[in-house]
């Protein structure tokens, strides 16, 4: 097991559409990390929705704003030692890789998955009614239908989730931090 005060940070980005499944393979993979010791932030939720992304929305520019943001404090906190785990679309290319380089430049691990559920299982899913929303036409910009999504080029793992339970997806993560050494 490794010890909270010396274990190695690292980001992981769990990027793909809406229902893809990263808020659930992020909170399974981070109760298995607390779970053996390690310093773990999973950010998401309701605090950094409030203060760090406040007033922001999905437009192009404000979602890249919100990736920046988060894709700081997740540099800072896995630097520190911290396995960050980040379930957040992050739609452009560009964005993520603005991210991925913030990393290399300290020399940071950063892991990119690609929970790549496709848009029709996603759809079905709909945990947050958005797919049945925007087909009424009451929500426009939804990410994967009428939003783009840029699927990763190079990621260090694809998830095909349609195929796995929730507890395969995360195990599959957690087998690429123990490859490397992180955990
Ligand atoms: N138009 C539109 N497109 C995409 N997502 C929408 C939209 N409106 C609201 N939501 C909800 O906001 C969550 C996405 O926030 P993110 O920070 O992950 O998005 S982004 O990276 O800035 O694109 C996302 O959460 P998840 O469903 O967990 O992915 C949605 O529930
Ligand atoms: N292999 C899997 N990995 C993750 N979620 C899955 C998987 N198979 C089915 N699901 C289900 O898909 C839904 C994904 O929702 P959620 O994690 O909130 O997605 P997102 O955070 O990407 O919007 C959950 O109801 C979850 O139980």
């Not at 998955?113 to 947050?128: F, I, L, M, N, S």
Request: proline share 5%.
């Amino acid at each position: 097991m490794t010890t909270t005060a010396r274990g190695k940070g690292a980001t992981v980005w769990l990027t793909g559409l809406p229902s893809a499944g990263k808020t659930t393979i992020a909170r399974l993979l981070g109760d298995r990390l607390k779970a053996e010791g390690h310093r773990v932030e999973i950010l998401d939720g309701d605090e950094i929705r409030r203060f760090l992304i406040a007033g922001l929305g999905f437009s192009r520019a404000d979602r890249n704003t919100n990736v920046q943001r988060i894709g700081l404090v997740s540099e800072v906190l896995a630097r520190n030692g911290v396995l960050s785990v980040v379930p957040v679309i992050a739609p452009y290319a560009d964005s993520r890789e603005a991210v991925r380089r913030r990393h290399a430049a300290s020399g940071t691990p950063y892991i990119e998955v690609h929970v790549a559920t496709p848009v029709e299982v996603c759809g079905e899913r709909d945990v947050k009614g958005l797919y049945a929303r925007q087909a009424a036409g009451h929500l426009s910009g939804l990410t994967g239908v009428d939003a783009p999504y840029e699927p990763p080029l190079d990621p260090s793992l694809v998830l095909a989730t349609q195929f796995q339970t929730p507890e395969e997806s995360s195990a599959a993560v957690y087998a690429v931090l123990a490859e490397r050494g992180l955990v």
